[in-house]
């Protein structure tokens, strides 16, 4: 059974930086790196969980969400089942729940149906 962990949440000033990171477990570093598609998906009080960004299995170009190009940065490490989040200039509308998601294979990564495993979220506040 995978199982995604998020952590590194926590409280910043607007047009600070945050890195996430997203460990997976239950799986192998080789499976992880060619054969998972993971995502990052935020949701916000009241509103509906939103894609973030992904890395798709084949290792193709990553996807953000227009709202964090150019802003956050989404990479895989290189000897560990750990994906990361680097969010720059962070502001408020940054404020959310952060969750990994993780799926074999995954095509279609904007979609947040196609994951099947999913992480608990860590909290980012952003404060004016």
């Known amino acids: 059974q995978v199982q995604l962990v998020e952590s590194g949440g926590g409280l910043v000033q607007a047009g600070g930086s945050l890195r996430l990171s997203c460990a997976a477990f239950?799986?192998?570093?080789?499976?992880?790196?060619?054969?998972?598609?993971v995502g990052w998906f935020r949701q916000a009080p009241g509103k509906e969980r939103e894609f973030v960004a992904a890395r798709e299995y084949n290792n193709e170009r990553p996807h953000y969400s227009d709202s964090v190009k150019g802003r956050f940065t989404i990479s895989i490490d290189n000897a560990k089942t750990t994906v990361y989040l680097q969010m720059n200039s962070l502001n408020a509308e940054d404020t959310a729940v952060y969750y990994c998601a993780a799926d074999w294979y995954g095509g279609r990564p904007e979609t947040p149906d196609i994951y099947d495993y999913w992480g608990r979220g860590t909290q980012v506040t952003v404060s004016s």
């Open positions: 239950g799986v192998s570093f080789s499976q992880f790196t060619s054969q998972f598609t």
